[in-house]
C-alpha cells in the first residue's frame, strides 16, 4: 500500500507540474520504485537520452507510461536494462562505471535511487538556458523525491545536471569547489549547503559523465568521507 501511495502521488506532482510533456518520451525514475525511501545517496544524470532510433523499445515510452510500468516492475534499468539494441542488459558502459562507482562505496545498485535533472528525451542537447527552464519544471518532482530519499549526498553526473542542483543550495551566491588539488582536466565538484525548502543539508557532488569517464580516486575517497566509510 505504501508503494501505491507513493507512486500515486509521484505521478500526480509529475502532472501537475509536466502537463502535456506526461505524453512525451522520457522517464521520472530510473530505479524502481521501492528505491524511494531512506537512502545514502541520490544518483541524477543530465536527461533519460536521446530517441534515436537504436535505442531500445523501453526508450520510446512516455513518461506517463513510464510511471504506469513502476507499479509492476521492480528491475533497476542501471542493472537490469538494455540501453541500445544487440546490447546485454547492464551492459552500457555509463551502467557499468555506475555499478562500479557504487561498489567502491560498499551500496549495491538496486538499493539507490536515480532520476535525471530533467525527465525528457530529445534528440538533441539542451543548452544551459533552457535546461535550467526545464530543470526548474522538475524541480518540485525532484523535491518529493529527496523528501522520501533524505540523502547525504546528490551524485551528479554531466555539468547541466550538477550545476542545476547546485543552483538550488543555499548560500546561493556560493559556486562549488573541487574535490581535490590534482591537475586532472576533468575535475569533480562538491558544493555543501541546504535545499531552504526542504530543510535539508546535503552534499552535491558534481562529476565528469559517466557515459565517457570513471571517477577518479579523489572522488571515491570525498564520497566515502562524506558518507562516514571507512577510508580505503
Not at 2 to 18: C, D, P, Q, V
Not at 56 to 68: A, C, D, N
Not at 91 to 114: K, P
Request: charged share 25%.
Amino acid at each position: 500500500m505504501m508503494k501505491l501511495r507513493l507512486l500515486s502521488r509521484l505521478t500526480e506532482i509529475a502532472r501537475e507540474n509536466l502537463g502535456a510533456s506526461m505524453e512525451k518520451p522520457g522517464r521520472v525514475l530510473s530505479c524502481s520504485i521501492s528505491t524511494l525511501r531512506t537512502g545514502p545517496i541520490y544518483l541524477v544524470g543530465i536527461s533519460p537520452g536521446s530517441k534515436a532510433g537504436h535505442h531500445s523499445p523501453l526508450q520510446e515510452e512516455t513518461i506517463r507510461e513510464s510511471l504506469e510500468r513502476l507499479n509492476k516492475d521492480e528491475s533497476h534499468p542501471y542493472v537490469h536494462e538494455s540501453w541500445h539494441a544487440h546490447q546485454l542488459a547492464g551492459g552500457d558502459a555509463l551502467q557499468l562505471r555506475a555499478r562500479w562507482l557504487f561498489e567502491q562505496l560498499n551500496v549495491g545498485m538496486e538499493t539507490i535511487c536515480a532520476s535525471n535533472g530533467v525527465f525528457l528525451r530529445s534528440r538533441r542537447p539542451l543548452n544551459r538556458k533552457s535546461y535550467i527552464a526545464e530543470f526548474n519544471r522538475c524541480w518540485p518532482v525532484h523535491k518529493f523525491i529527496l523528501q522520501q530519499v533524505k540523502p547525504k549526498v546528490i551524485v551528479a553526473y554531466g555539468a547541466l545536471a550538477w550545476k542545476a542542483f547546485f543552483s538550488k543550495l543555499s548560500p546561493s551566491d556560493k559556486d562549488g569547489e573541487d574535490v581535490c588539488n590534482c591537475t586532472y582536466k576533468l575535475k569533480s565538484h562538491v558544493k555543501r549547503g541546504r535545499f531552504s525548502e526542504l530543510d535539508m543539508n546535503v552534499a552535491v557532488f558534481g562529476i565528469p559523465h559517466l557515459s565517457r569517464f570513471t571517477p577518479d580516486a579523489c572522488v571515491i575517497k570525498e564520497l566515502r568521507f562524506e558518507l562516514a566509510l571507512p577510508l580505503a
